[in-house]
């Protein structure tokens, strides 16, 4: 099984990682500017940073020549050969390893089949769609045989309808490689879920401070304001009592937050997803421990269900569906009330420091 660990410090680009990635699906994310292409660009050879260190299955890549690295990078921009057609652009990997005619336009076609774009074999790339050419693109990465494949957000300039069945297909032919390393760079949440879904695929945010784990571990417990962004999930930061309950930052000061039952003592992450927010016009009357006076800030569709963003007594966001806000409705200013059961409220441990 091939393995890809990379150590990387670039101070102009804010990287500044440690990684060990065994044959699997690894997914980077992070705020613009944390050096997700960076990464990508010291590990296919394309840049040199402050200080590296990269091995691939125990081979130090550090001074080899891309194109003898056994790795390729794949990005949103598909850069194929416009001169040749799409068995040639796919067989030109294979080609300049030396590879006879025959046995290129072979293995070409084999990965065209793969990719479900057989029957666009004969055609140039100007004849393609976007969602085509993507296709096209990663069979010719995965027809270099390569040991590491490098996918630099290959989905971010797809239109809606043409990114679904890409993610699918990537999600295939990344899963049919048992021993490939595929570190995938993407801003989209449901790329992560799709294609790295495996038991050891993993999950690095880059930023401030570096997160990394299985992917099912990172998103549940966030340590930053992206990472819980991208989860879903309102980020509360703040210091955690024994068994139950915390006391996190709001925007008039500090305010006790009833949680669910946990061992955290100390600075902690307080966390809840947004349709476990209700808002309502009066107090609500019942169980729930907490209960506070809220303000809209804006309020905006998402997947079928309407978001409504809070900037009192905490940023935070409820998620209700189109009726309950018809029924209520909200409009930027309102003032409501907010209730979150405890029960629906996780503590995660945090670094003393590590404000949002």
Not at 13 to 27: E, S
Not at 184 to 199: I, R, S
Not at 209 to 237: D, I, Q, W
Not at 285 to 297: F, T
């Amino acid at each position: 099984m091939n393995r890809l660990q990379v150590s990387a410090r670039w101070a102009e680009r804010g990287l500044d990682v440690d990684l060990d990635l065994p044959a699997g699906r690894h997914a980077v994310t992070g705020p613009n500017g944390a050096g997700k292409s960076s990464l990508l660009a010291v590990i296919a050879g394309l840049a040199r940073p402050d200080q590296s260190r990269v091995l691939l299955d125990g081979r130090p890549l550090d001074g080899v020549a891309p194109h003898r690295r056994r790795v390729a990078l794949m990005s949103q921009a598909t850069s194929l050969f416009p001169h040749l057609g799409v068995r040639d652009n796919v067989a030109f990997g294979p080609r300049s390893h030396g590879m006879g005619r025959r046995e290129a336009r072979a293995t070409a076609e084999h990965w065209l089949e793969v990719v479900g774009m057989t029957r666009f074999a004969d055609r140039r790339p100007f004849q393609l769609s976007g969602g085509q050419a993507a296709r096209v693109a990663l069979a010719r990465a995965l027809a270099a045989e390569p040991a590491a494949l490098l996918l630099d957000e290959p989905l971010a300039a797809l239109d809606v309808e043409a990114t679904p069945a890409m993610r699918a297909v990537l999600a295939d032919v990344t899963h049919a490689r048992e021993d490939l390393v595929v570190v995938l760079v993407t801003h989209d949440v449901l790329d992560v879920l799709t294609v790295a879904d495996g038991p050891a695929d993993t999950m690095t945010v880059l930023g401030d401070r570096v997160e990394h784990g299985p992917v099912r571990e990172v998103l549940e417990h966030p340590r930053s304001a992206f990472t819980a962004g991208l989860a879903g999930v309102n980020l509360l930061h703040g210091d955690a009592s024994a068994s139950a309950g915390a006391v996190v930052t709001a925007t008039d000061g500090l305010l006790d937050i009833a949680t669910g039952p946990h061992e955290v003592t100390g600075p902690a992450w307080v966390t809840f997803t947004p349709d476990a927010v209700s808002l309502h016009r009066e107090r609500p009357q019942g169980s729930p421990r907490n209960v506070w006076q809220g303000r809209v800030s804006r309020v905006e569709a998402h997947a079928g269900r309407a978001r409504v963003w809070l900037d009192h007594p905490m940023p935070m966001s409820a998620e209700v569906t189109p009726a309950a806000l018809a029924e209520l409705p909200l409009r930027p200013g309102d003032e409501v009330w907010v209730a979150v059961k405890a029960s629906q409220v996780r503590v995660h441990p945090a670094h003393a420091d590590a404000l949002s």
